[in-house]
């Protein structure tokens, strides 16, 4: 008994993390009911979505307060970014056409409606904004398919060049117009990561000998992160582009992971498959290392993370995961990684109450 108090103790004495759940719309046992971080900036704020009965509405988080941003009339909508302003972006359905997305801008307290591309189909996507308020996405072609990268900027969305293919979506922007994203190539054959530079230079970007890459997150310095496939296409191993070589940043147990976001400090946070390519759990790439989240959380906790989807400048991780049986979006703070002794004492209380009802039963 006294080794599994040990082994509690050893646990609890790596706690890195605490938790901070976002929580729920609502708590009533209806399918859906769920919340999800997608992005926190320096002051904390979070942006994401919350689904209430099986309706999702994007939400800005801050100082323990979800706020509903609402949609365009329709059913639903997504925040998936916030600046050190507080501006939120994200996308929103629009009135009488529910199948149809606007993307959006949130500032001081107005959600204002981007519009489409010019000469384009009905829908918009706004996935990041810089600090000074540069937005990218991807919104339809006139087919209402093809999807095509903006930049919004100064009122105009203007799309983005491809890579020679038919279509690009922009996923990240930094604080000096750089861009990330994935495009069709020429032939739309294969789609491949890309670094679009303030002059217009397209880089692309993919694992040697690899076919697939998708090009997630960009930070300051100019270092993007994304998912690739290995040589041959065997596997899917998140990368990060450090502006001269593609650093394949391996994997947990099983063969895919995903690098989903990058701080100024190149910390880098996603997800990765468990042995057997059974479940993803979030995870942070450090040192050459893939580092599985769940083992940096208090273990008596109730969570298990699924995936980390953002990261600040101070280190505080948002993504989602689950917590009495419901996916819910969680903030990861900088925790004391020393417990407070009254906690192993009660946990020598329990474990004795547990010898001693087993001792009762085999008497």
């Known amino acids: 008994m006294s080794s599994l108090i040990l082994s509690l103790a050893s646990a609890r004495a790596q706690i890195v993390y605490t938790i901070t759940d976002i929580g729920l719309f609502s708590n ?24 209430n009965g099986g309706s999702s509405h994007a939400i800005l988080y ?10 365009f009339g329709g ?13 939120v972006v994200g996308y929103a359905s629009i009135a009488g056409s529910p199948s149809y997305d606007h993307a959006f801008l949130y500032s001081g307290g107005v959600k204002t409606d981007l519009g489409t591309l010019s000469g384009g189909g009905n829908s918009s996507y706004a996935l990041a904004i810089n600090t000074a308020g540069q937005i990218v996405g991807n919104a339809h072609l006139a087919n209402n398919f093809t999807r095509r990268a ?6 105009v969305m203007t799309p983005l060049a491809t890579l020679g293919g038919s279509g690009n979506v922009a996923n990240d922007i930094n604080d000096s117009g750089q861009i990330v994203g994935t495009s069709d190539i020429t032939g739309d054959t294969l789609q491949r990561a890309f670094l679009r530079q303030t002059n217009g230079t397209l880089i692309q970007l993919a694992l040697p000998g690899g076919t697939f890459s998708f090009g997630n997150a960009i930070n300051n310095a100019g270092h993007v992160v994304g998912q690739a496939y290995t040589a041959g296409g ?25 690098a989903f976001d990058i701080n100024n400090s190149g910390q880098i946070v996603g997800s990765a498959t468990t042995a057997g390519n059974a479940t993803f759990h979030a995870v942070m790439f450090s040192g050459g290392s893939v580092i599985d ?3 940096k959380i208090d273990p008596l906790s109730g969570w298990v993370l699924t995936e980390a989807l953002g990261i600040n400048d101070l280190g505080q991780i948002v993504g989602y995961g689950t917590y009495d049986g419901r996916q819910r979006g969680f903030i990861l703070s900088a925790a004391s990684a020393i417990p407070e002794p009254s906690t192993y004492a009660a946990l020598a209380g329990v474990c004795a109450l547990g010898l001693a009802v087993w001792r009762k039963r085999r008497g």
């Open 62 to 71: 801050q100082n323990g307060v979800k706020t509903d941003l609402g949609t």
């Open 75 to 87: 059913p639903r909508s997504f925040a998936n970014d916030i600046n050190a302003s507080g501006q």
């Open 28 to 51: 009533a046992p209806a399918p859906g009911n769920l919340s999800n971080a997608n992005a926190i900036n320096n002051a904390g704020q979070v942006a994401g979505y919350a689904v």
């Open 293 to 295: 989240l769940n083992t």
């Open 150 to 155: 903006f930049l919004y900027s100064g009122g």
């Open 234 to 258: 065997a596997q899917q191993h998140a990368f990060l582009f450090n502006g001269e070589q593609i650093i394949d940043l391996g994997v947990l147990a099983g063969t895919q992971s995903n």
